[in-house]
């Protein structure tokens, strides 16, 4: 009786309830009705007070499409979305700022800057503001969570830096808003095969290990996810050529989905990792 209680409570948590799965949905076609309605009144009215807005819906529409995505696939997720907003927010702007001066000193140093110290830097500084809730709360039981905070503050690293390079190719282009937007939306299409997914595998790792009381195992695979993530991430910046970037943004978006989906049936053990048997 007591294996098939344990199987039925398994099987009813297999599956979210169907609103929440496809509560990204809404979100997702929300956005790009906002997106839409403000390209439409800059057109019109020609208005450089629309451009902020433009710019800022055409980097959050596709990044909190995700996240909310992610959090809806699996029913084990126990973190908020106040904590989840606070991680994307601190995460990425700490984040952002961090890297940038870590970047900037070896850049000066050296006179150039390797990208694999960039993959390095920018994966180590995302990883800082999950620690700091593996740490300091209570969201730290579950490897499901890690994986969401993860995915969380990866966008929100994702969103600055999209922003960012939204603004400066404006700038460098004269004012060419068309540009702008292309910049905004391509990279707002790749950022969950991109820093979504690496912070995720990385933050996702690390719970596990805590859930093995940081032996020999989880640490060893924490370090390999984060060698595995800093490796990906230095070769999308390596490798400047469009059937690269759909290369690796296929393996680190699916390495994402696998263990999202291994989470949903209540294994969590990272991809790669060999579950123990008693």
């Not at 009813?12 to 009705?33: D, T």
């Not at 870590?102 to 050296?110: H, N």
């Not at 690269?244 to 994402?256: C, E, R």
């Amino acid at each position: 009786m007591a294996t098939v209680h344990h199987g039925t409570e398994m099987q009813g948590r297999s599956r979210p309830a169907r609103p929440r799965r496809w509560a990204w949905l809404p979100v997702f076609l929300v956005g790009i009705g906002l997106f839409i309605a403000v390209q439409q009144a800059l057109v019109i009215t020609g208005n450089p007070g629309l451009v902020p807005s433009l710019l800022v819906l055409g980097t959050l529409v596709i990044p909190v499409s995700f996240v909310v995505y992610i959090e809806g696939r699996n029913p084990a997720f126990d973190v908020p979305l106040s904590v989840l907003l606070s991680c994307a927010l601190l995460g990425g702007v700490l984040g952002a700022a961090l890297a940038s001066v870590a970047e900037f000193d070896i850049m000066q140093r050296m006179g150039t800057l390797p990208t694999l110290y960039i993959g390095l830097i920018e994966e180590g500084a995302k990883l800082l503001v999950p620690i700091a809730v593996l740490i300091f709360t209570r969201y730290r039981a579950n490897p499901a969570d890690g994986l969401l905070v993860g995915v969380a503050v990866g966008m929100g690293f994702a969103v600055l830096e999209t922003l960012g390079y939204g603004f400066v190719t404006l700038l460098a282009t004269g004012g060419n808003l068309s540009d702008a937007e292309n910049e905004v939306l391509l990279r707002g299409v790749l950022s969950p095969a991109g820093h979504a997914a690496w912070t995720g595998l990385a933050a996702g790792a690390l719970w596990w290990a805590h859930a093995q009381r940081w032996r020999l195992r989880g640490l060893v695979t924490a370090v390999g996810t984060f060698v595995l993530v800093v490796f990906l991430h230095a070769l999308w910046d390596t490798i400047h050529a469009w059937h690269s970037y759909l290369i690796i943004g296929a393996v680190s978006f699916a390495l994402l989905l696998h263990q999202t989906h291994r989470n949903v049936l209540g294994d969590p053990h990272p991809a790669g990792s060999e579950v123990s048997r008693a």
